[in-house]
T-cell receptor, first 118, second 115 residues
Framework: AQKITQTQPGMFVQEKEAVTLDCTYDTSDPSYGLFWYKQPSSGEMIFLIYQGSYDQQNATEGRYSLNFQKARKSANLVISASQLGDSAMYFCAMREGYRAGTASKLTFGTGTRLQVTL | DSGVTQTPKHLITATGQRVTLRCSPRSGDLSVYWYQQSLDQGLQFLIQYYNGEERAKGNILERFSAQQFPDLHSELNLSSLELGDSALYFC??????????????FGEGSRLTVL
């Protein structure tokens, strides 16, 4: 079964508008972390935002916010005031079984390609 | 700049050949991860090393192997290459701190083309 599901292969948004990229996840571990990464056409992976499973509030980082709905197991990325430079692939990822002082792999979704138009 | 260095950035080789990809993690990061990204695909986890020891293994082919050296740099060896091995190979590292959220810091990737 897919642990991370991104159902939108591609999205278009007009400049200055907000856009929501969907992500659902599947885990039985009560301790986990959710991440969003951006991959522009140049190829590098850029960390955007993190949400821990025990965090009470939704994470925000500048124009990025994470709409975390634990009961629905969703962690949607909201980009406000889209800019042309936001055009990229966006990946949702999960780390399961987080324990302080350890390191563990991330499992990635298949990504959503966002195109910002004028 | 994430602080993770990967070489080479681009590599073109023929089927049946062997290549080595190199990764230097961020200063102080003990954990190194290798991921494969085929065309228009997500990132597939290959293998993780922590302070020289293999920590976790993903869908890594038997033709592939990796190691982490005492200076913490890592190498991914790909042998008997096939056309389907053409991909972007990422190395990532992460620190071990109680306050750390666990995000991975990625290198720019090594793009392998097998002809």
């Amino acid at each position: 079964a897919q642990k991370i599901t991104q159902t939108q292969p591609g999205m278009f948004v007009q400049e200055k508008e907000a856009v929501t990229l969907d992500c659902t996840y599947d885990t039985s571990d009560p301790s986990y972390g959710l991440f969003w990464y951006k991959q522009p056409s140049s190829g590098e992976m850029i960390f955007l935002i993190y949400q821990g499973s025990y965090d009470q509030q939704n994470a925000t980082e500048g124009r990025y916010s994470l709409n975390f709905q634990k009961a629905r197991k969703s962690a949607n990325l909201v980009i406000s005031a889209s800019q042309l430079g936001d055009s990229a692939m966006y990946f949702c990822a999960m780390r399961e079984g987080y324990r302080a002082g350890t390191a563990s792999k991330l499992t990635f979704g298949t990504g959503t390609r966002l195109q910002v138009t004028l | 700049d994430s602080g993770v260095t990967q070489t080479p950035k681009h590599l073109i080789t023929a089927t049946g050949q062997r290549v080595t990809l190199r990764c230097s993690p961020r200063s102080g990061d003990l954990s190194v991860y290798w991921y494969q990204q085929s065309l228009d695909q997500g990132l597939q986890f290959l293998i993780q090393y922590y302070n020289g020891e293999e920590r976790a293994k993903g869908n890594i082919l038997e033709r592939f192997s990796a190691q982490q050296f005492p200076d913490l740099h890592s190498e991914l060896n790909l042998s008997s290459l096939e056309l389907g091995d053409s991909a972007l190979y990422f190395c990532a590292s992460s620190p071990i701190r109680d306050s750390h959220t666990g995000e991975l810091f990625f290198g720019e990737g090594s793009r392998l083309t097998v002809l």
